[in-house]
């Protein structure tokens, strides 16, 4: 959802105006800020709780963004907080909601045109996962990675042949270069990520957390676009995926056809 008729102008300014959002993902775009906005976001209507992150445009200008604690404000994003720009944001949810308050800053020069602009994406989770920190970098069970292989954005089955770890971005770059494409919602995915890249490479993306290290042979790559960036949330050996698949395909628990 693109909620890009936000403004400021309407608004008083110490006036606290709220939006309450259902989206898995979306962008917020405020122009002109002041008071301040309180998004509450919620996953859909399952009221199951879920790991949010956004990443603000490059051009945000003129507020601050907080997490609604129990009893005080948590500060999200500043421009002047030092981190890179482009860093993901994170938060988890509370009884299946968070809400995000988007404070205009107080310039006293009268009202510029700024725009708060950034997007969210919403990641359901159970409530065990909730409680560890590294959720996100365990392997996939069995079942996970038959669910995957059918609804993943990207399926691919390749080779690693650069990894970087990017600390200011709190993420691991991994290039890869493709032997196969099972799926590829994104076009863009399979396009070279700069002219130093071959035709056959991508680049895919890890938390810098999940202390990602180089191996040698063929994997299944299986993630999902996030904010822009394809984030890889399965990676098992192809061995190890064969073995996977030939035991669904025996016992008939296959979701979709596993080619």
């Known amino acids: 959802m693109d909620f890009s008729g936000l403004s400021g102008l309407l608004q008083e300014e110490r006036e606290v105006q709220s939006v309450y959002l259902r989206c898995g993902q979306g962008r917020i775009q405020w122009q002109y800020p002041r008071g301040a906005l309180r998004l509450v976001l919620r996953h859909g209507f399952s009221g199951r709780d879920f790991f949010g992150c956004l990443r603000t445009d490059a051009r945000f200008s003129g507020a601050n963004i907080y997490v609604e604690g129990r009893r005080k404000l948590h500060i999200l994003f500043t421009k002047t907080d030092g981190k890179h720009p482009d860093l993901f944001r994170c938060f988890t949810s509370n009884l299946g909601k968070v809400a995000l308050y988007v404070e205009a800053e ?76 099972y799926r590829k919602n994104d076009t863009s995915l399979l396009v070279p990520k700069s002219t130093q890249l071959e035709p056959d490479h991508i680049v895919l993306y890890r938390p810098l957390k999940c202390g990602t290290q180089a191996a040698t042979g063929s994997f299944l790559f299986l993630g999902r676009w996030i904010l822009g960036i394809p984030v890889i949330q399965c990676a098992p050996r192809i061995t190890e995926w064969q073995k996977v698949r030939r035991k669904a395909i025996l016992h008939g628990k296959h979701q979709c056809q596993l080619n």
Not at 146 to 165: A, E, N, P, W, Y
Request: glycine fraction near 4%; aromatic fraction near 6%; charged fraction near 25%.
């Open 106 to 181: 107080q310039t006293g020069n009268g009202l510029h045109k700024e725009v708060a602009s950034f997007s969210y994406d919403l990641q359901p989770a159970s409530s065990r996962s909730l409680r560890s920190e590294f959720q996100e970098c365990r392997p996939c069970t069995e079942d996970e990675l038959l669910q995957k292989f059918c609804t993943s954005d990207f399926v691919i089955q390749g080779t690693v042949d650069t990894l970087r770890h990017q600390n200011a971005l709190q993420r691991s770059e991994l290039e890869v270069r493709i032997t196969r494409a």
